[in-house]
């Protein structure tokens, strides 16, 4: 479903300030698939989101989404292949417009658009059905402004979002982390059911490994732009925070702890 085929990404190529972003990434991900992220500040882990995304380009690599490469495509023109929710509760809705508004401009994503109604009966007898899975009370809100509501209902309704077009791919850049700790666990529990229930491929970064070891079906820790490890379902089953602390270990050679991790 999404081959990323010798992938490299430098930044301020030719400067003092000159860093290796990626370094000879090759990541493929089945269909379904749920794989997480991990690795410290700098790995590479937002920029391989980055460069599936569109946002970025790699200097030299493909990436190809179900088989059609996407390499050279913008950002917006992969939009009917791609689902992303940010670390910023802010940045996947409008806060100016109500629910059933941010509902349908999603709804409409990669799609022909012409003069019609953005929300018709039908489509809002929809949303209501499809927010009552967040079991949040939003489907009885549609008409309430999203700046209204709390980080964690507009991370929720950016994750309802992100799948409504059907994407090849979902995308999860932390999407937990500016979030209180209670607000974090219904994200994530949404996560696990969401992925589960539209079969979607996805690649989440976190800098959570708790959440990393719970979440998905595969794992990888990356460094200095390369994937160190890579867990299948059953590695990952039998892997602790205290083994992939000593993984990471090896690597920069220094013992390490969770606060370290996170830096």
């Known amino acids: 479903m999404l081959e990323i085929t010798n992938v490299h990404k430098t ?20 269909a379904g698939e749920f794989v ?51 670390q910023d509760p802010m940045a996947g809705t409008s806060p100016d417009m109500t ?9 409409e994503r990669g799609k022909n658009r012409g003069l019609r109604p953005g929300v018709t009966r039908k489509k809002r007898e929809f949303f209501q059905e499809e927010l009552k899975s967040l079991e949040l009370g939003l489907e009885n809100r549609l008409k309430a402004k999203v700046g209204l509501l709390s980080g964690g209902q507009r991370q929720a309704l950016s994750l309802l979002m992100a799948t409504f077009s059907g994407p090849k791919i979902l995308l999860l850049d932390e999407h937990t982390a500016a979030l209180d700790p209670q607000r974090a666990e219904l994200v994530s529990r949404l996560t696990a059911e ?7 491929t996805t690649l989440m970064v976190t800098h959570n490994m708790e959440q990393a070891l719970r979440l998905g079906t595969r794992l990888i820790m990356m460094h ?23 993984e990471f270990e090896k690597i920069k050679g220094a013992a390490l702890d969770d606060r370290t991790m996170l830096q």
């Open 224 to 246: 200095e732009g390369r994937i160190i490890l890579d867990l299948d379902q059953r590695q990952k089953e039998k892997t602790t925070v205290p083994d992939l602390l000593h």
């Open 11 to 30: 930044f301020f190529a030719g400067t003092v300030n000159e860093r290796a972003a990626l370094q000879d990434i090759n990541l493929s991900l089945a």
């Open 99 to 107: 629910i059933e508004q941010n509902l349908a401009i999603a709804y």
């Open 194 to 200: 969401v992925v589960e229930r539209h079969g979607l």
């Open 36 to 86: 997480t992220v991990i690795g410290s500040n700098g790995a590479g882990k937002s920029t391989i989101l980055n460069i599936t995304s569109g946002k970025l380009r790699p200097d030299t690599g493909t990436v190809t989404i179900d088989g059609t490469d996407v390499t050279r495509l913008a950002d917006y023109s992969r939009a009917r292949f791609i689902g992303r929710v940010f």
